[in-house]
């Protein structure tokens, strides 16, 4: 069964907040140094592309299975 939808959004804003704060900034150097990427389509472009790859083939898997334990647990279910 899957963990419920509020402990889902929890683990992705934990993994997306960072990557939103940090991503452009490692990217402005280059921004800086190429005209043709700081317009705003293709600069918004790269980074969103950036975020979206790297959330989710290298940070989710691991955070996911980091989390686990609390995405799965169910304290308030009843058992049968």
């Keep these: 069964k899957a963990p419920p939808r509020w402990k889902q959004a ?16 490692i990217w402005q150097p280059l921004f800086a140094q190429l005209p043709w990427l700081r ?9 969103t592309v950036t ?14 299975r980091l989390f686990e334990p609390w995405l799965n647990s169910r304290p308030f279910e009843k058992k049968s």
């Excluded at 929890?10 to 900034?25: E, G």
């Design 39 to 47: 317009g705003y389509l293709i600069s918004t472009f790269v980074i």
């Design 51 to 64: 975020i979206v790859l790297s959330v989710v083939y290298v940070f989710m898997p691991r955070v996911t």
């Design 10 to 25: 929890c683990v992705s804003f934990l993994v997306i907040l960072p990557h939103t704060l940090l991503v452009p900034l």
